[in-house]
């Protein structure tokens, strides 16, 4: 993302889309570049998806190419600046209609990761009564406020388990990692490939 305007700073002088942190320089909570993507574009590149240490796009932090696709599952290799693999991320396909699509992560030595909305991830009689109370929710809102709704689609929160253990969340674009052994260039790559 880019970074946010504020009365310091006009949008002019930014700096380029980047992997960005929140963290807090005195009374600001900024959010600082930690990888860029090359060339100004957003990502993308001709040899597949770039993710650079540098602003000026020299040093290489991680490569992330699309490895083919076995029917409509699509699998990305991620690299270092050396060649070497970080992982594999996979983008599987919905076993039903309705659902969306599911990810994978393989690092090697650690358990496999999985994407799940964060509704499947849920026990089914707690994902019943939570979705009731959000259904209310929404009633009671729109009944207090003209049922305005701004059509936006929402984007889906997906919680990235180990086993039992919880590695990540992610809401669109924003990454909150738990998890200390995952390669946070993974979560980067993830980032850079979007939820779609």
Request: net charge positive; with cysteine; hydrophobic share 35%.
């Amino acid at each position: 993302m880019e970074r946010e305007k504020s009365p310091h700073r006009k949008r002019e002088v930014l700096g380029p889309n980047a992997v960005r942190v929140p963290r807090r320089e005195g009374q600001d909570r900024v959010k600082a570049p930690c990888a860029f993507f090359g060339s100004g574009v957003v990502g993308v590149r001709d040899v597949g998806r770039v993710l650079f240490e540098d602003r000026e796009a020299q040093q290489v932090l991680c490569v992330i190419e699309e490895n083919g696709a076995e029917g409509e599952e699509r699998r990305y290799g991620v690299r270092d600046g050396r060649g070497q693999e970080i992982g594999v991320i996979r983008r599987i396909p919905p076993s039903r209609r309705l659902l969306r699509h599911t990810w994978r992560i393989q690092q090697p030595d650690q358990p496999e990761i999985v994407g799940r909305n964060k509704w499947a991830a849920i026990p089914p009689k707690e994902a019943a009564a939570r979705a009731a109370g959000k259904f209310l929710g929404g009633l009671v809102e729109s009944a207090l406020f003209g049922g305005d709704d701004d059509g936006q689609v929402r984007d889906r929160t997906l919680l990235w388990m180990a086993g039992e253990e919880q590695v990540m969340q992610s809401v669109g674009q924003d990454f909150q990692i738990k998890a200390g052994w995952l390669d946070r260039r993974l979560a980067f790559a993830v980032a850079a490939l979007g939820d779609r």
